[in-house]
C-alpha cells in the first residue's frame, strides 16, 4: 500500500483525529481539546496517516518530556482498523522515534491497558520493555502496574531504547 503519507499534524487535524480515535477502541478517546493541544503545541512530534484521498487513517501523538529531554512519550497510537496489518503503525512508530531522536531523546515510553492484547503484542513486536518496577501485577501474561492511572487503572508501562 503505497497510496498514503506520513506527515506531521496540522492544527485543523484535531477534529478528524477525533473522528478515528473512536474506531481505536480499546484505546482511550480524549476530549478533542486534547487533541488540540497535541495538533498545536506539539506538531514536530505528532504524525497523522494521510491517504491520497485525503482522509486521514492513521496517527501518533507524542512530545518529549519537559522533565529529561533524554525521554520521549507516546500518548495515542491509531491506525484504522481497515487498514490495519500493513505495516502504517510500524511506520508511525519510526517517524515518532526519528524525530525525537533529531531532538536528543534516547529512550520512548508508552502505555497501554493490559486487555489491549493486539497493542501489547505490536509494542513487544516492535521490541519494547514492559516496565518491571513498581507494584508489578500479572494479568493475562502482561506485567502491569497496579493502580498507575489511578485506583484500579492498573496499566503495562513499555519502553524502549532509541538506537
Not at 503545541?41 to 504524525?47: A, D, E, M, R
Not at 487513517?57 to 495515542?76: C, I
Not at 513487544?124 to 489511578?150: D, V, W
Request: net charge neutral.
Amino acid at each position: 500500500m503505497t497510496d498514503y503519507c506520513i506527515r506531521n499534524t496540522e492544527e485543523e487535524d484535531f477534529v478528524k483525529i477525533a473522528d478515528l480515535a473512536e474506531k481505536c477502541s480499546p484505546m482511550v478517546t480524549e476530549r478533542n481539546s486534547i487533541y488540540h493541544i497535541f495538533t498545536k503545541f506539539f506538531k514536530s512530534t505528532s504524525l497523522v496517516v494521510e491517504l491520497d484521498s485525503g482522509e486521514l487513517a492513521g496517527f501518533l501523538l507524542g512530545f518529549v518530556s519537559q522533565e529529561d529531554p533524554e525521554e520521549a512519550y507516546m500518548h495515542l497510537l491509531c491506525v484504522d482498523p481497515k487498514i490495519r496489518t500493513r505495516g502504517i503503525g510500524k511506520s508511525l512508530v519510526e517517524k515518532f522515534f526519528e524525530a525525537v531522536s533529531l531532538k536528543g531523546c534516547k529512550k520512548v515510553y508508552l502505555i497501554t491497558k493490559p486487555i489491549n492484547w493486539k497493542s501489547i503484542s505490536f509494542y513487544r513486536n516492535l521490541g519494547f520493555l514492559e516496565e518491571k518496577k513498581g507494584n508489578i501485577i500479572n494479568i493475562m501474561g502482561a506485567s502491569a502496574i497496579r493502580n498507575y492511572n489511578g485506583m484500579g487503572e492498573h496499566m503495562v508501562v513499555f519502553y524502549k531504547y532509541i538506537e
